[in-house]
């Protein structure tokens, strides 16, 4: 009887211990991204004069915005990647959008039809990056209230990054 009770209380403490680094590392994370991203956390990102969807983008709720461009390949695996995300996680519903920049928008247009979940903003002009010079192509933003910068970094390539936008998606 009494071993059973040291194991159970060993696993109850390697439990604990696995909690508090994963809350450590988290933490970390966090700290690491706000001050590498320190240049735009904070600032607001502008959307006018783009296409008129982005109306729904100046919700009270928090919501994530990836840039992605017609010629990019890796754009289209991110796509996909962030509608199976939606699918499987009702949180993200309505939350995510693409800002598509650069031409060939036709290219993209099958691909939008059947990602329902997803909302695209198209930049026609190429005026995102001359208003929002802060803003790399590569990064996903989660943007709060009013479109101000919350956090960003790479989500679908780094699993804690995901958990810290997910904690903070609302």
């Not at 790479?154 to 958990?163: F, G, I, V």
Request: net charge positive; proline share 3%; with cysteine.
């Amino acid at each position: 009887m009494k071993k059973i009770l040291y194991v159970a209380i060993s696993i109850f403490i390697l439990i604990l211990i696995i909690i508090n680094i994963s809350i450590f590392h988290k933490k970390n994370c966090l700290k690491q991204m706000q001050s590498n991203y320190s240049f735009i956390i904070n600032k607001k990102i502008e959307f006018a004069p783009l296409d008129s969807i982005t109306q729904n983008a100046n919700s009270t709720q928090n919501h994530i915005l990836t840039i992605v461009s017609p010629t990019c390949e890796d754009c289209y695996v991110k796509i996909n990647r962030w509608n199976t995300i939606v699918q499987r996680d009702k949180r993200f519903q309505n939350r995510v959008y693409f800002l598509v920049t650069g031409n060939e928008f036709e290219r993209l247009n099958e691909l939008v039809k059947e990602k329902n979940n997803l909302k695209f903003i198209y930049d026609y002009e190429n005026t995102f990056f001359k208003q929002n010079p802060n803003c790399l192509p590569s990064l996903t933003y989660l943007l709060g209230e009013k479109n101000n910068v919350i956090l960003c970094g790479m989500p679908l390539e780094n699993k804690t990054t995901m958990n810290i936008f997910i904690d903070n998606l609302n």
